[in-house]
């Protein structure tokens, strides 16, 4: 069973950045797709940025395309993701997540939260006006 703990949320101001980590543990695939979404108050759990399995293939949602970058370190089995010129419009929950067993270049279309298999428990970023 994987397990994904998430750290590095926090309260910043507008403008600002952070970065979150994703740590993984009990993987028995060698091929996977790793996720971030988010979930404000009131609203559905949206899509923000997906990484392969080697790190070759990303995709990201409109909304933080040029500000958020996703990486990994498959050394520490941990995801990031960079958030940079963070707007109020940001502060959700952050999750990651991970669906096994996917093609590399089936990455681009895992845009939905019920294609992934494993989630994280969620950490906050509220960012301030």
């Known amino acids: 069973q994987v397990q994904l703990v998430e750290s590095g949320g926090g309260l910043v101001q507008a403008g600002g950045s952070l970065t979150l980590s994703c740590a993984a543990s009990?993987?028995?695939?060698?091929?996977?797709?790793m996720g971030w979404f988010r979930q404000a108050p009131g609203k559905e759990r949206e899509f923000v940025a997906v990484?392969?399995?080697?790190?070759?293939?990303?995709r990201y949602a409109d909304s933080v395309k040029g500000r958020f970058t996703i990486s990994r370190d498959n050394a520490k089995n941990t995801v990031y993701l960079q958030m940079n010129s963070l707007k109020p419009e940001d502060t959700a929950v952050y999750y990651c997540?991970?669906?096994?067993?996917?093609?590399?270049?089936?990455?681009?279309?895992?845009?939905?939260?019920?294609?992934?298999?494993?989630w994280g428990q969620g950490t906050q970023v509220t960012v301030s006006s």
């Open positions: 997540a991970e669906k096994p067993s996917v093609e590399e270049g089936t990455i681009v279309v895992l845009t939905s939260a019920m294609e992934y298999d494993f």
């Open positions: 009990g993987r028995t695939f060698s091929t996977y797709a």
């Open positions: 990484l392969s399995w080697s790190g070759g293939r990303t």
